[in-house]
Structure formats: C-alpha cells, structure tokens
C-alpha cells in the first residue's frame, strides 16, 4: 500500500501501534522502517497498513530487548523470505551465535571465537550477550569439562576469551556522572572465577553505578582499604568455591569487616540457603540482571550471624593446619595404594582435591552450613568417575583425612569435625 495517494498519517499511526511521532521518525531516518509514500501532490507521509504492521512487529521486538538496529535487520530477512516462512524459521540470531561460539570453543579455534564474540556485541545489547550467548556457552564448557570432554587448556581458553571481551566491554562503557552511586566489584580471596563478577559488574554500570573492578582473588585486607579511602556504596564480593568462601571467614568477625554494604553472590552462595542466611551481608541473587537494577535498595540487616567461641576456635586451628593436613593425607593414601591403583590419580589432582576437602569442612563449620559437604561430595561423584577414580578410592581417601584430622587435633574439636567428615563420606 506504499505506493498509493491515500493512507494514514504519522500521528494516526502514531495513535494506533502506541509509538511516538518523535520515534516513528528517527526509526524511519535511521533503519528504513516503516517506509511512507509521498507523492508529489502530498506535502504528508502517508503510511499504508504493511507499514503499520512493520511498526507493531519492530516495537514488539524492541520491547523484548532486541536493539532497534538489529530488528530492522530482522525485519528486512522476513520480507525477503518466502511467502508462508516465518522469521523465527529462518532468523534464531541469538540461538545460532551461542551454538556458534560453543562450536569455536570445543574446536579450540580462537579465531572463530573473537570474529563471532565481536559480532555479537556488534549486533546484539552486551546484557544479551552476556546472559544469553556467554552464560549459557560459558556453562556447557564447564559441564563437559567435568566430564572429562575438554581439557584444562581448552576450559582457559574459553574463559580467558570470554573474560578478556566482557572487560574490553566494561572499559568501553561511558563513564557515569560523579554524582552516580559506586560500588566495588572483587571475587573473594582466592577466588579465580571472575566470569559472574564481570557480568554484574557490566550491568550494573550500564544501570548507572560506577563500577570499581577489582578482579580475582582480593585480600580481605585490601578490600577493607579500598572501602575506607574511596567510600563506595556497596561492596560486592562474588565466591564460586569452597577455597574462595574459605577466604572471608575473618568477616565473620564483625570487628575484622569493613563499615560498608556488604553483598554477595555466585555459586555456592546460590546453592546454600543456610550459607545465604550466615554470610556477612546481603545475598545478591541468583539473577544478576536483576540484581544490578535492585542493587540500591539492599538494606543491611541490623545483626549478622557469628560462630560460637568453641567452633570459632576449631575453625582456626583446622585454618591454619589446612596445608599441612592436605600433605600428610596425600603421603598416607599414596603410600596405601597398591602399585596399579597410583597412576588412576596423579598426586597434583589429589592434593588439590584434599585441598577442596579441608577448605568444605572450615566453610561448613565456620558458616554452619553442613550441607555444603554434600556439595562437595557431588561434585567428586560428578567428576571423578571421568577421570577413572572410583566411589571406593574417594572414599579410601576420605577416611585417610579423616585419621590424619583424629591425629592433629584433640578429641573435643574432633567431635566438631568428624561428624562433617562421615557425611562426605556417606
């Protein structure tokens, strides 16, 4: 209908699809869309009813998240498509582009990862990319790593790429006014996962904060620094694992935290109702999206939950025997074992599991969150068969820990720790 004398007016297109003039026109100036006739004799642009159609389809897209630029795009597939095609046969941008950079991913081809990664953001708002091409990429690489189906170096890769974008992404973000609310972004103290922390922190400057971003692995002692000289808002801690969590127990001293808005998040914080309730601050949510947009209307609660004085005191001396525990449970299993059992597990593997295993037990006596010992005990179920080690030598290796722990502390600390120990197990 473009190309007849009669048709609608802006404003009554205007009126009809909800859309104001001002943006009807900045849409048809910049994207093609919709495309009015006007003829000699017309000093109006007239719109006919496929234009009306195109602006309700555009705003529906818009409204759903898509960038304006992106779905006039779409909007040009569909019409070139044949008659009886829908778009969502022909054009899955989002579903193709996560398929795509999985594929590059398990390939190990850098290359295609970065051209699809950059034309990602090139096509798509960063809060897309981030939740709905990288997170969803970034997961099924941690599960078939898990599996055994990719390496380590093919896990870093991934990760490496993925965080150099999303930081690039973040330092390209216009710099909000002074005035704007700040916060501080760090992993906890020997935390390596920064993934999650470099999404929120994207969005949360994209709603408006000033972002501080402090990375992986900050000392409580520098977090405690950095809160009192430069007074942010808020100070967000993200921990993925037990060896992260194991790092902020000194918070749990109320004396030993900083004077700011505490909050935290990640995966193990997700998992743990009881370790949500325990922490130092406010829970971020499992939903960064919406976090970032709720972030201002966290209220501290007026007390936070502390460890009694006997488990406080357990709790440090498991702290500060953790290496030394580690290495004599892995000389008494390795001696152990027979001659054809060794080689199933490398001693790097198992000092690093023993590692995880001291670090769970602290967390769920410091935290009071016995739980997170069935945690870990999927997690090595989940993983370890993979990697040709057994239910039977995990635990053989529990119970060396276990007697390795009866023979470094006394009797009333081991009524503390034991019982943690036979849950794992069982």
């Keep these: 209908m473009n190309d007849q004398t009669f048709g609608f007016t802006i404003k009554l297109v205007a009126e009809r699809t909800g859309v104001s003039v001002h943006t009807l026109r900045a849409w048809e100036r910049r994207y093609g869309v919709p495309k009015p006739n006007r003829g000699a004799e017309n000093r109006y642009r007239l719109y006919g009813e496929d234009d009306v159609a195109d602006v309700l389809w555009l705003k529906q897209q818009v409204e759903s998240g898509i960038p304006p630029a992106q779905a006039s795009a779409f909007l040009r597939q569909r019409h070139e498509q044949p008659r009886g095609v829908a778009l969502s046969e022909a054009v899955q941008p989002i579903a193709a582009t996560q398929t795509a950079l999985l594929d590059a991913f398990a390939q190990s081809d850098e290359t295609a990862a970065r051209r699809v990664l950059d034309e990602a953001f090139a096509l798509f708002a960063p809060e897309q990319v981030a939740l709905q091409i990288i997170e969803p990429t970034m997961r099924e690489i941690g599960a078939r790593w898990m599996r055994n189906e990719l390496t380590v170096w093919q896990e870093h890769l991934a990760s490496n790429l993925v965080q150099q974008k999303l930081y690039a992404i973040l330092q390209s973000q216009p710099?909000?006014?002074?005035?704007?609310?700040?916060?501080?972004?760090?992993?906890?103290?020997?935390?390596?996962?920064?993934?999650?922390?470099?999404?929120?922190?994207?969005?949360?400057?994209?709603?408006?904060?000033?972002?501080?971003?402090?990375?992986?692995?900050?000392?409580?002692?520098?977090?405690?620094?950095?809160?009192?000289?430069?007074?942010?808002?808020?100070?967000?801690?993200?921990?993925?694992?037990?060896?992260?969590?194991?790092?902020?127990?000194?918070?749990?001293?109320?004396?030993?935290?900083?004077?700011?808005?505490?909050?935290?998040?990640?995966?193990?914080?997700?998992?743990?109702?009881?370790?949500?309730?325990?922490?130092?601050?406010?829970?971020?949510?499992?939903?960064?999206?919406?976090?970032?947009?709720?972030?201002?209307?966290?209220?501290?609660?007026?007390?936070?939950?502390?460890?009694?004085?006997?488990?406080?005191?357990?709790?440090?001396?498991?702290?500060?025997?953790?290496?030394?525990?580690?290495?004599?449970?892995?000389?008494?299993?390795?001696?152990?074992?027979?001659?054809?059992?060794?080689?199933?597990?490398?001693?790097?593997?198992?000092?690093?599991?023993?590692?995880?295993?001291?670090?769970?037990?602290?967390?769920?006596?410091?935290?009071?969150?016995?739980?997170?010992?069935?945690?870990?005990?999927?997690?090595?179920?989940?993983?370890?068969?993979?990697?040709a080690v057994t239910a039977e030598l995990l635990d053989k290796h529990i119970e060396t820990f276990a007697r390795v722990l009866a023979k470094a502390f006394p009797q009333e600390q081991n009524r503390l720790y034991q019982p943690l120990v036979a849950r794992i197990k069982s």
């Design 175 to 387: 710099t909000p006014p002074m005035g704007a609310p700040s916060l501080v972004a760090a992993c906890a103290p020997n935390e390596e996962h920064t993934l999650g922390l470099l999404t929120f922190a994207l969005l949360a400057q994209r709603q408006g904060w000033r972002v501080i971003f402090l990375g992986q692995g900050t000392p409580l002692a520098d977090l405690n620094d950095i809160a009192r000289t430069a007074k942010p808002n808020v100070v967000v801690v993200t921990v993925t694992t037990v060896i992260g969590l194991a790092g902020l127990i000194p918070w749990l001293d109320a004396a030993q935290r900083p004077r700011v808005k505490l909050v935290f998040g990640g995966r193990i914080v997700d998992a743990s109702s009881t370790l949500r309730e325990h922490l130092p601050g406010e829970y971020l949510g499992a939903d960064v999206d919406a976090a970032a947009r709720d972030l201002v209307a966290f209220k501290p609660r007026a007390k936070y939950w502390s460890p009694s004085k006997r488990v406080w005191i357990a709790t440090n001396a498991l702290r500060a025997q953790r290496l030394k525990l580690a290495g004599d449970t892995v000389a008494r299993f390795m001696a152990a074992l027979s001659p054809n059992l060794q080689p199933k597990w490398n001693v790097t593997d198992l000092n690093r599991a023993t590692l995880f295993l001291a670090d769970a037990l602290v967390c769920a006596l410091a935290f009071d969150a016995p739980e997170l010992m069935d945690a870990e005990r999927a997690w090595l179920d989940e993983m370890m068969p993979s990697r």
